[in-house]
């Protein structure tokens, strides 16, 4: 057995497994079952909403075969949290014309789930046809200025270990490093993002820390030759303070991953406080202490609540991460510096309750939901305001899956963006690139890897998401929809710019059910987009598309790859050629009349379109 195949085995053996148990996290929490549930049945579809509850993080919804249950959480096949921060919410597990009874509770945290609500019966329509020529309506008030648009994906991104973006190695005839960067540089560039986050730069790849004749030797060029290239990409660098060097671990036969991180407790507490010192002193003295205190950050650790992850026990890490605190406030105080970095949204009230280190930010990860609200959380430990970082978030949190290639993938990054607008600092997407070695480097071109770009630089269609994103204009408008699905299904979201006078509207069509990631015919809408509050005057329509047929290349790849592991250079030349975000149709002139525009277009399941409307000048 290989290497790889033997740090996969591991991985996913023990990726679910808990750390150990650290105390309450929402236990104590008395919350209220959600009021005012209803069920709305469409085609393929039902949609659920209910009432916040007051203190909740989030809302797991339930189904049973009758009003007396036995009920249990729907499972979208999301294989992370299925707790969703708020309603709606479209069931589209259920069978036409099968009625099915639903109940959603109120959660503290994703282990503590409150008292079930009221029931009620629904059932997708059982006609395929019904409704199908009633469009879901969206209705854009150009006059309208709902504030400055949020971008929670332009903070940060995820990334392979930082040193991978130095290797010469080449993976399908692409040479590593060189594409990492260009991916690290390209999401900069045309995303806006503005800092990276990635494992390991503690590793002994590194040679951060050694031990000679017993004594500790810090060594900081390795760092310096990483943080020196993430700078000259535009990005800084958010700081993980992870794995343990080998000469400091109490246990260095505790790994993770094909390139063997150590994931143990250090032998030497000291000592470990000495060299997080020591890193971050080096940082501030090479880099300047206001570039590091205002455009960098500390995190600790990674996921220490999965025993894959860590192989101490919760107080051992809770203590890390103290001591680890301490030594960046050391340097100076106003260095930022937060956790717990957990996985499924974990630990969260277990840190905030143990600290004796003051937080700057809190982050955490989850995958397959969008991300759940802690301001509660944050409330009730007295951190409110406090920032909130997912500092890692996508589709599926296991490797090689294909569902990471899919447009269904797109759609779901574009309901948690817009899920995290207004309560979410940074929504970080793991990760930028499919040049990623974790459980052993790519085997194909499309082979469910995580990255946002592939292995020669294609842009997937979960790229294109966060591009119609970073194309949306500043300044967000109030949009209403109605209709089968509507904010459930098909979601939107629209903005200007007030000195071009360009008006965007990003629409979609999509589900959280993973047992469509191929698409669903029946879930297809047609959609009626009108623009008021516009000025009169000539525009010029764009229509950008992604869907299977549109800015898809893993599409064209499953039409002329014939099963192939990688493209001969015929082919790769085809597939560069629809490195593109399509145009629906041709740009168009119109006129508006009257302050209004109507724009009506099929919108498959799953989809997305950017609809613009361009002044023209003179």
């Known amino acids: 057995m290989s290497s790889e195949t033997d740090a996969r085995t591991d991985f996913e053996t023990r990726l679910g497994r808990s750390s150990g148990v650290a105390g309450s996290d929402g236990a104590g929490v008395a919350l209220a079952a959600p009021a005012g549930l209803t069920a709305r049945p469409g085609r393929a579809q039902v949609t659920l909403s209910w009432e916040l509850v007051e203190g909740a993080a989030g809302y797991l919804v339930h189904v049973g075969a009758s009003a007396d249950g036995p009920f249990e959480p729907l499972d979208h096949q999301g294989r992370d949290v299925l707790s969703v921060p708020h309603g709606p919410y479209a069931d589209t597990t259920g069978e036409p014309g099968v009625e099915r009874w ?27 046809g019904a409704t199908a020529g009633e469009p879901v309506a969206v209705v854009v008030d150009a006059g309208s200025d709902e504030g400055e648009l949020d971008r929670p994906w332009a903070p940060m991104i995820g990334s392979e270990h930082l040193s991978h973006a130095l290797s010469t190695d080449r993976t399908g005839g692409h040479e590593i490093g060189a594409e990492l960067r260009a991916a690290l540089r390209a999401a900069h560039e045309e995303l806006g993002v503005e800092t990276v986050r990635a494992h390991g730069i503690l590793c002994d790849d590194l040679g951060v820390y050694r031990e000679v004749d017993g004594e500790p030797v810090h ?8 943080y020196d290239m993430i ?59 206001e570039e590091v205190r205002d455009r960098w950050a500390f995190e600790v650790w990674n996921e220490a609540n999965l025993e894959v992850f860590w192989s101490g026990t919760p107080d051992e890490f809770f203590r890390l991460h103290d001591v680890a605190v301490r030594a960046v406030k050391s340097v100076d105080d106003g260095l930022r510096v937060g956790g717990p970095s957990s996985a499924a949204a974990g630990w969260v009230d277990q840190l905030l309750a143990s600290t004796k280190e003051p937080l700057d930010f809190v982050s955490t990860h989850t995958y ?23 500092t890692e978030w996508g589709v599926t949190p296991t490797h090689f899956n294909e569902v990471s290639e899919s447009v269904f993938a797109a759609v779901f990054l574009l309901r948690g963006m817009r899920s995290a607008m207004g309560r979410i600092e940074a929504l970080s997407y793991w990760v930028v ?32 998401a966060l591009a119609m994103l970073a194309a949306l204009p500043s300044r967000r408008l109030s949009v209403r929809a109605s209709g ?4 459930s299904l098909v979601e939107s979201l629209a903005s200007l710019d ?16 993973q047992s469509k990631a191929a698409g669903s015919a029946d879930l297809g809408r047609r959609v009626s987009l009108r623009f008021t509050g516009l000025p009169d005057g000539d525009y010029e329509l764009r229509h ?30 085809e597939l560069r050629a629809a490195d593109r975000l399509d145009e629906l149709h041709p740009p168009r002139p119109l006129t508006v009349a009257g302050g209004a525009v109507d724009v009506e277009f099929d919108l498959p399941n799953p989809s997305m379109s950017l609809v613009e409307l361009v002044p023209v000048v003179g």
């Open 102 to 128: 639903y109940a959603v509770a109120a959660v503290a945290s994703v282990d503590h789930v409150g008292p079930l609500s009221s029931p009620v019966v629904a059932a997708p329509l059982a006609d395929p």
């Open 219 to 226: 060594d900081f060029t390795g760092v310096d030759r990483v």
């Open 231 to 289: 700078l000259s990409l535009g990005l800084r660098p958010i700081v993980e303070i992870s794995f343990m060097p080998r000469d400091l671990a109490s246990d260095p036969s505790a790994t993770v991953f094909e390139y063997g991180a150590i994931i143990s407790p250090p032998k030497d507490w000291d000592r470990w406080y000495d060299l997080v010192r020591a890193f971050v002193a080096h940082l501030v003295e090479r880099y300047g202490l």
């Open 368 to 390: 397959g939901s969008p991300p759940l609200d802690l301001r509660p959380v944050l409330s009730r430990h007295g951190y409110q305001g406090l920032p909130l970082w997912w």
């Open 433 to 464: 690139s499919d040049h990623f070695e974790e459980l052993g480097r790519p085997p194909a071109l499309f082979h469910g890897g995580f990255g946002l770009r592939t292995v020669g630089e294609l842009r997937k269609p979960r790229w294109w």
């Open 484 to 487: 089968d699905g509507a904010d």
């Open 498 to 513: 007030p000195g071009e006078g360009r008006v965007a509207a990003l629409v979609w069509n999509g589900t959280l059910d």
């Open 544 to 573: 950008r598309r992604v869907d299977d047929d549109h800015s898809c290349v893993p599409a064209v790849w499953r039409r002329i790859g014939g099963g192939a592991a990688w493209p001969t250079d015929a082919q790769w030349a």
